[in-house]
């Protein structure tokens, strides 16, 4: 997955020694991680809630995130231009 920048999602927070320094949801040591993790395992939504104490809205707001995020066009990338030795 891509490196998504999570200091811009209002939903999570990392701490230096709160689960060392993880991304986690606010006010809880639940990793956003986890998340992609199991539902890339096959667990639902509904599932992650339950077996990990997490709102819909918690839920909605990392996965939101992340498709803005990835959806975000990418600058372009810099070319720099050779200087030309034969030019006047």
């Known amino acids: 997955m ?9 939903a999570v927070e990392s701490v230096p020694g709160k689960v060392s320094g ?8 639940m990793p956003v991680a986890t998340v992609f993790e199991n539902l890339e395992a096959g667990l ?7 077996e990990f104490a997490v709102t819909r809205e918690q839920i909605n ?6 498709v803005q995020s ?3 066009p990418m600058p372009p990338p810099f070319h720099s231009t050779p200087a030309n030795a034969h030019s006047a």
């Open 22 to 29: 993880a991304w986690v949801f606010r006010d809880t040591r």
């Open 61 to 66: 707001a990392v996965l939101n995130f992340a």
């Open 2 to 10: 891509a490196q998504l920048d999570w200091s811009q999602c209002p």
């Open 44 to 50: 639902t939504v509904e599932e992650v809630m339950e």
């Open 70 to 72: 990835l959806e975000s």
